[in-house]
């Protein structure tokens, strides 16, 4: 008897339709679910500067940036509501040289990572809300 002659099985192969597999699919999906969630809060977890610090040291970013996250020049970025992590990852890449800009390499130069994570939880904690749609 063997897996190529399929008589050798009553005509089925081994686990075809076979209840233990699928329950180990639903097992291994359960596990999948946990660990997406598991990580996200881990993720979040590393993002976790302070608001209230973060406003004290925003007064350099508001020139740009507005101490109400809305951009006050046209090539600066609206940051009021931004996700914290992705402020986070952007700052350090200023401050790591892999993105370059003429004022922020300026400003972000004496920044540390504490910093950073502040004025990162200062902005995204800025609730932004929409107003009229134009044409609606």
Not at 12 to 27: E, K
Not at 41 to 57: F, I, T, Y
Not at 117 to 123: F, G, H, K, N, R
Request: net charge positive; proline share 4%; with cysteine.
């Amino acid at each position: 008897m063997t897996a190529s002659n399929p008589t050798a099985y009553g005509g089925r192969l081994p686990h075809r339709g076979s209840r233990p597999l699928a329950r180990g699919f639903a097992q291994g999906a359960r596990f999948a679910a946990l660990a997406v969630v598991a990580l996200s809060l881990a993720g979040e977890a590393q993002a976790q500067g302070s608001a209230k610090a973060g406003r004290q040291k925003a007064e350099k970013c508001a020139v740009c940036h507005g101490f109400d996250g809305l951009a006050k020049v046209a090539e600066a970025p609206n940051l009021a509501g931004q996700n914290e992590r992705y402020l986070v990852e952007q700052l350090g890449a200023f401050k790591s040289g892999v993105r370059q800009n003429e004022m922020m390499s300026i400003v972000i130069k004496d920044l540390s990572a504490t910093d950073i994570e502040d004025l990162a939880a200062y902005y995204a904690a800025i609730e932004i809300t929409v107003g009229k749609i134009p044409g609606q």
